[in-house]
């Protein structure tokens, strides 16, 4: 573990909002001769998935712990993790089903070429659908002239509201008699994003684990259940394949240099996790280690801190 930066954390600087791992704001981990890059991400193991929100809680929040034997990087406190997940392969299907297709096409996918199917999995994004993808059914859909009138660029703003909660499959049961070729549909779409998580643990006290303390987005909108891609993939489907993972450096958000400065961490929302950490890290509380949260909306729900906290 390198040495902490001297500058100061500042909790509360992620947000629950679209995490999607942005390549201009991760940096290149302290790790010199690893194998793994952002493009190339380690295949973590996920070795715990623990509900910590109470039974009659609507919020699901989750403590995972994922195995890292072998990935030969680093992070600090502060930093996040880009989990780069798989989609629903329900919803898969369900695409797969409305466009009348097999699902064994070719098609080009991160620079070679796949199974349709297998491309939907992992490398397209398939919820949010792309201002090419509306415009193509616009296009092609006579039952569509309200998706018409609303790409106008003086209409952007009832555009959005009009969106909120529609996934592509919306538009695609919406208008059946609207098809498109395997080829040209992933065309549409645009290529599926790691999203941040900011890490729970610290390396000095799990030298070869990650802990994430992850808010699993769930929602209904039109009728359909809904599921956040990268949260669900960890709350429901990381169990059975690796879980992809790369360290993203956090310039503005460390410990102080100075570890005899008193903290006060403060986490809004579900932002528990760097305050575990930091916990963690600077070893400040002696034998339990857990945290005393002050809790207010999302966090007031988790059920135990000490057990969110606690060193095994
Ligand atoms: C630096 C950083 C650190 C982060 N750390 C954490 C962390 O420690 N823990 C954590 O839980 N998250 C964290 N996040 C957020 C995380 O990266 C993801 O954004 C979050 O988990 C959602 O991703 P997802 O793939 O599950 O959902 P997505 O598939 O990305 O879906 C989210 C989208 O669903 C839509 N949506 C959500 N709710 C509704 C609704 N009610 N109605 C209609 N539409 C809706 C919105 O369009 C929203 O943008 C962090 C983000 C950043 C940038």
Redo the contacts with the bound molecule.
Sequence with gaps: MSEVTNKVLRPG????????AQPATTSKPAASASPWTRQNPFPGKLVVNRRLSSDDSKKD?RHFEIDLTGWGLNFEPGD?VAVY?TNDPNLVKEIIRALGTTGDETVPAAKTTKPFREALLRDYSI??PTPKFLKAIAERASAAPMLKELLRPDRKHDLENYL??AEVIDFLLEHPSVKFRPEEFVGLLTKLQP????V?SSLRVFPDQVH??????R?E?RGRA????????LAERADKAPVPVYP?S?KHFHMPEDQTLPLIMIGPG??I?PLRLGTFHTQRLSDAIGLRVVARSSTQNIRSTQDAGKRR
């Design positions: 600087t992620h947000s629950t909002g679209p995490g999607q929040t996040s997940p919820t949010q909120w909660g999203r941040l998580y900011s729970a994430l303390i992850v808010d699993v987005v929602y909108s809904r599921q956040g891609v990268a949260s669900s993939f993203s956090a579900t932002g996790a």
